[in-house]
């Protein structure tokens, strides 16, 4: 079993930025790989990022690409999402998942994820 706790949501101007932080607990959350999906009010879920076990692969959706970074710390069973140029379509609760398999979180099916994190870009 593995536990997610997301934070760092908040609301933020357009085009500042903002670190997401995800802790992971549990026996297995080190061989996981881990990512974020984030879902907007009356929008379905949306694949954001994800990174491998040992954080040598990453891919990310292509409305982020080149200005969100994913990036984890083994040591500290912790991932991290940094948001940059942020936009009003960026607005949505963040999650953070965990899976066996990269294509598991791309496809948003992760055996597990967290309650969520809001982040809130105003115009």
């Known amino acids: 079993q593995v536990q997610l706790v997301e934070s760092g949501g908040d609301v933020v101007q357009v085009g500042g930025s903002l670190r997401l932080s995800c802790a992971a607990s549990g026996r297995t959350a080190s061989s996981n790989a881990m990512g974020w999906f984030r879902q907007a009010p009356g929008k379905e879920r949306e694949f954001v990022a994800v990174?491998?076990?040992?954080?040598?692969?990453?891919y990310y959706a292509d409305p982020v690409k080149g200005r969100f970074t994913i990036s984890r710390d083994n040591a500290k069973n912790t991932v991290d999402l940094q948001m940059n140029s942020l936009k009003p379509d960026d607005t949505a609760v963040y999650y953070c998942?965990?899976?066996?398999?990269?294509?598991?979180?791309?496809?948003?099916?992760?055996?597990?994820w967290g309650q969520g994190t809001q982040v809130t870009v105003s115009s």
């Open positions: 998942a965990a899976d066996q398999t990269l294509h598991n979180i791309v496809v948003l099916i992760p055996q597990y």
């Open positions: 990174i491998s076990r040992t954080g040598g692969s990453t």
